[in-house]
């Protein structure tokens, strides 16, 4: 069974971060682009980060405009996890986020910043 099982997220002031990680089961990680999007109240969701498979050529990761320079997506394809570190965050990145792998979702979790 496919499963993505997200942990992290909280309440942080503007300027700190976050770490949230997605523990993958069910399938082969690595053989998968990953990308975490995220949903704020009223808007549509949007992608925020992806990373290529590692067996793409040329592994490539890119990020969303609002986020680069900020955000890190990263994976460990031996321990079926994905990370999402979040610095500098501000009020506008308040959203529920979600990891994305194989066509599954995690449950989401939610990031406020608020001072």
């Known amino acids: 069974q496919v499963e993505l099982v997200q942990h992290g997220g909280g309440l942080v002031q503007p300027g700190g971060s976050l770490r949230l990680s997605c523990a993958t089961s069910?399938?082969?990680?690595?053989?998968?682009?990953i990308a975490w999007f995220r949903q704020a109240p009223g808007k549509e969701r949007e992608g925020v980060a992806c990373?290529?498979?590692?067996?793409?050529?040329?592994?490539?990761?890119l990020y969303a405009d609002s986020v680069k320079g900020r955000f890190t997506v990263s994976r460990d394809n031996d321990k079926n996890m994905v990370y999402l570190q979040m610095n500098d965050l501000k009020p506008e990145d308040t959203a529920v986020y979600y990891c994305?792998?194989?066509?599954?979702w995690g449950q989401g979790t939610q990031v406020t910043v608020s001072p």
């Open positions: 990373t290529s498979s590692r067996e793409d050529r040329g592994s490539s990761t």
């Open positions: 994305n792998a194989n066509g599954v």
């Open positions: 069910g399938f082969t990680l690595g053989r998968f682009p």
